[in-house]
């Protein structure tokens, strides 16, 4: 990926919280997992598929923050199609990016390299990873 500047991160994460790619307003939340912040209104009902071990029909239907938003969807854009052990890697690179820890694989995030200053608002490192912990989780729990 092209590194962006401030600007052009920060459209990158308004067009993914006003269009996002991956929501599904006929979601059925009643089959749906529910994500959901306990410190602010982030929250949505989340669909993940798995067919042998790869991540298929991944998406989303709710509200929150911009951060919330665009993150979430931006982070299933990247994770489709891929391996359980490719999106925990990606998901692991993520979060250490989001908490400012050594050894990001930039490479691996792709659009997600706009959040990389998150770690700057910490009030904002919840909102960039609630939908990766959930993910993760729910991945290793599947691997098990």
Do not use: W
């Not at 006003?18 to 994500?35: C, G, M, R, S, V």
């Not at 989340?46 to 042998?52: A, G, H, N, R, T």
């Not at 659009?111 to 609630?130: D, G, M, Q, T, Y």
């Amino acid at each position: 990926m092209t590194k962006l500047n401030e600007n052009e991160k920060r459209k990158l994460i308004m067009k993914h919280y006003e269009f996002p790619i991956n929501l599904d307003k006929n979601l059925d939340e009643k089959t749906a997992n529910q994500i959901y912040s306990s410190s602010c209104a982030d929250s949505i009902s989340i669909k993940l598929e798995i067919d042998k071990n790869i991540v298929k029909n991944i998406s989303f239907n709710g509200s929150g923050c911009a951060i919330f938003i665009s993150s979430t969807d931006l982070l299933l854009e990247q994770i489709k199609n891929k391996n359980i052990d490719e999106v925990l890697d990606i998901i692991e690179n993520y979060k250490n990016m989001i908490n400012a820890k050594e050894n990001v694989k930039d490479d691996k995030l792709g659009n997600l390299v706009i959040f990389e200053n998150v770690k700057k608002h910490l009030n904002r490192a919840k909102c960039a990873s609630l939908t990766a912990d959930f993910i993760e989780e729910k991945l290793k729990k599947h691997s098990s």
